[in-house]
């Protein structure tokens, strides 16, 4: 068949497999015989037949096994559902399937920091909800070879060596097909030098023949006192060095190094690799190059890979003061600071001093109680929008115990998946992890920052830097009137947690006895951003309000309450409680009950 004939058919195969699926079951089979076997000339020169094995494939892959049946066609279809995923992609366009899984492969020489992005992008890609693993071939290695001697094993003439490595990275590979294939797996992290065009060949072969998409990072380094300095802080605690003497593992690993040198091959970004998908960070982010990033998951890769900087620093997050919401366990709203919240945030400032922390960055949200802790400080500092609690939506300014018994399904679904759960009207704690992304961000290139943030925001920041699973997140104890100091080191955060010494209440809600997850999640209807409950005259408090603005009005009142025949143009109404099924709708508190409502126009129709 030619090319063009090629496009034809591709073209003709829409239509006929719109015609099979709808027609008569007794018309099928004669118009796929039609279809195999067309007039001589009718589809032009340049196509003549089309093979029936190629007809019989397409119809497979489209039509439902029913259809597959009545047109007499086999039903190997079937079967193929019930194979591994693997064995469902072999197509080389799976590939470029928007949710094919993806392999990232790091390159480069060692000490270049591909373990330290190996870590840290993976923590943050589970974190905004990708499943994402680290392959680190040194773990193969050193299962393969129990005890490692010296940097003779690298040597590229070391054909035995040679082989042992070849042997774990298969292995490594077979490894990261069953993470994909079998465990749910989106993104593996192929954490191995990976210097010569060989070894990148053989993982693109991998790659071709499980369909997988693939993105390169290379780190590229020649600051000496970079790699010195990774060297000293990383690999003298290696397995590979157990207590050794620092100046022979610097002398043994810097001839490490030069092994790898003899065969390194760098990507060659306008010649043998310019049809790969790719970054390259110079010397730990002075520097990037970017090549054909093919989906929006590799542009995250690149986005956050180039926001991330090797510095020393620490972040400080604490929670406001107490306020007194607090204080009656209401949740939510716009409270302001409650006398030992005051006394907090005096004992925050005092903290801050006697630390010397001259330089820090001061963060809060928009919300009055982080803003009174922040004044406190007398130092300059920014208002986030995003650092907004999460929003309780309907629930806002209710207690437990109001919700439990106003909405006791909403209470017990929030129970069963308190990360995925949706207050009505409000936000998940997954919905406030993707608010909280340019956050995180932020901190990474930030220097000394103090963060004064509300429960649920900290407890995200905290599951990013401590890499917390989704379950363990919405349950992190982030205690009031206590600080963590969070200092990155090389492959994870040191934790520091300080308490100023003045009480408050405990806000924490412990995980429901029986509730923690073994299975996957059970499905639960995901709300959009207001789906009522059951009634229709729901209403939606404002996110926001400062001390100079009226308390909030209602924005959907009932249709019964809208109907006023006699009230003047112009006149003010004073609200009244509005009744359902005997007692009063769960979302007017009786703190607004007396607020004054919106002017209401009455026409001279009604």
């Known amino acids: 068949m030619s090319p063009a004939g090629t496009k034809i058919w591709a073209r003709l195969h829409l239509h006929f497999m719109w015609a099979l699926s709808r027609g008569p079951a007794d018309e099928r089979s004669v118009l796929l015989q039609s279809f195999t076997n067309p007039p ?79 870590k840290k992008l993976t923590r943050y890609l589970n974190w905004i909800g990708v499943p994402t693993k680290v392959f680190n071939l040194g773990v193969y290695r050193r299962e393969a070879v129990k005890s490692y001697k010296s ?64 993105f390169f990072v ?29 100046e022979r593992v610097m002398d043994d690993f810097l001839k490490r190094i030069e092994c790898y040198k003899v065969t390194y091959q760098p990507l060659d970004p306008e010649g043998n690799d310019k049809d790969l998908s790719f970054i390259q960070v110079m010397n ?67 903290f801050i001093e006697e630390h010397g922390l001259s330089d820090l960055k001061v963060w809060t949200s928009q919300l009055r109680r982080t803003i009174q802790t922040a004044e406190a400080l007398g130092v300059p500092y920014e208002q986030w929008k995003i650092l907004n ?17 106003t909405f006791p399904e909403e209470f017990a679904l929030r129970d069963q998946d308190k990360y995925h759960y949706r207050y009505p009207g409000g936000e998940s704690y997954q919905d406030l992890v993707q608010r909280l992304e340019p956050v995180i961000m932020e901190l990474e290139r930030q220097g000394n920052v103090l963060v004064v943030c509300h429960q649920a925001v900290m407890r995200c920041l ?26 990155p080191v090389a492959y994870g955060c040191k934790v520091e ?10 806000t924490h809600r412990d995980r429901p006895l029986g509730k923690a997850r073994t299975g996957p999640a059970p499905l639960l209807l995901r709300r959009n951003s207001y789906t009522p409950l059951s009634s229709h005259d729901q209403v939606k408090r404002p996110r926001l309000y400062s001390a100079g603005n009226r308390p909030w009005l209602p924005l959907a009142p009932s ?48």
């Open 497 to 506: 947690l300080f308490y100023l010494n003045v009480e408050a209440v405990n």
């Open 151 to 214: 940097y003779d094993f690298f040597r590229h003439d070391n054909e035995e060596a040679m082989k042992i490595r070849k042997h774990c990275a298969l292995v490594a590979l077979q490894d990261v097909k069953i993470y994909l294939n079998e465990e749910g797996g989106q993104i593996a992290v192929f954490d191995a030098t990976n210097t010569t065009r060989e070894r990148r060949d053989l993982i693109l072969n991998f790659v071709k023949e499980n369909a997988y998409k693939v």
């Open 40 to 118: 001589a000339g009718v589809l032009g020169p340049c196509f003549h037949r089309a093979p029936i094995p190629l007809v019989q494939e397409m119809a497979n892959r489209s039509m439902p096994s029913c259809l597959q049946r009545d047109a007499g066609l086999s039903s190997s279809a079937d079967a193929k559902r019930a194979e591994p995923r693997a064995n469902e992609k072999k197509c080389s366009w799976a590939s470029y399937m928007t949710n094919s899984p993806t392999l990232i492969v790091m390159i480069g020489l060692p000490a270049r920091g591909k373990t330290y992005m190996s």
């Open 284 to 350: 730990v982010g002075r520097r990037f190059l970017v090549n054909r990033v093919q989906d929006y998951i590799q542009s995250k890769i690149v986005y956050y890979l180039m926001n991330i900087h090797v510095h020393s620093h620490s972040i400080y997050l604490c929670r406001h003061g107490e306020s007194d919401h607090n204080m009656q366990g209401r949740i939510g709203g716009d409270s302001e600071l409650s006398p030992r919240g005051k006394q907090f945030a005096a004992a925050l400032r005092g």
């Open 462 to 487: 905290l599951a990013y830097f401590l890499d917390k699973s989704a379950d363990d997140l919405p349950y992190l104890k982030c205690p009031l009137h206590t600080v963590l100091k969070l200092t």
């Open 559 to 606: 249709p019964s309450a809208l109907h006023f025949p006699n009230t003047p143009e112009g006149v003010l109404l004073q609200s009244q409680p509005r009744v359902a099924g005997g007692c009063l709708n769960p979302c007017v508190k009786e703190s607004t009950l007396t607020a004054q409502k919106k002017l209401l126009t009455a026409s001279a129709s009604e």
């Open 389 to 405: 609690e999460i929003d309780a939506g309907v629930c806002e300014e209710m207690t437990y115990e109001m919700i439990q018994s």
């Open 218 to 246: 290379e780190s590229v380094c020649d600051d000496p006192d970079v790699i010195a300095a990774n060297i000293l802080e990383v690999k003298v605690s290696s397995p590979d060095y157990p207590e050794a003497h620092r």
